[in-house]
């Protein structure tokens, strides 16, 4: 919970500089960069950091630009602001059943909300697909970038999922 309040804050104040766009455009397509930009700020911030922290890692191209493009599948509902999305994760915390029953529904603006908020890595393989990216692994880790069971055979993933987790 402290973890979350903590994102709650830092998404709040979140802004992308020169240098972040900069290096935006160096590892995303024209096209993807679009995309990309119809995220929130807090997204986009999130991502840019993550992709970062895998740069100095000295992580591979993939892995970097499945770093800026794993959130993507949100861009399918800008409406989900920082107020809903924590709505969302509060919901999904404590009326799991609930939660995912009004997702499946897809109804009203919070069913459609939470659809996106527990699909969105799904959303974001068919968006790249869409985009034409035709990198396999960046496609695979997008899609399971929320998927405990594959990050049991997938060291990588599973470092992605900790980062992920803590930016
Ligand atoms: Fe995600
Ligand atoms: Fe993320």
Redesign the pocket.
Known sequence: MVRRIRQFYKALFARLNKSDYTFLSDYLTKTELEVFMTLPVFDRK??VD?ARHLHHQGAQLELVRAGLL??IGKARCPELTIVKRSICVLLEALFPKHARNKATSKKGKLGRALYVHQNHPEIGAEVLEILGCTDERIIWLVRH?ADKEAAKTDDELAAFMVI?DR?
């Open positions: 999130h991502s993550i794993h959130d970038h992920d930016m």
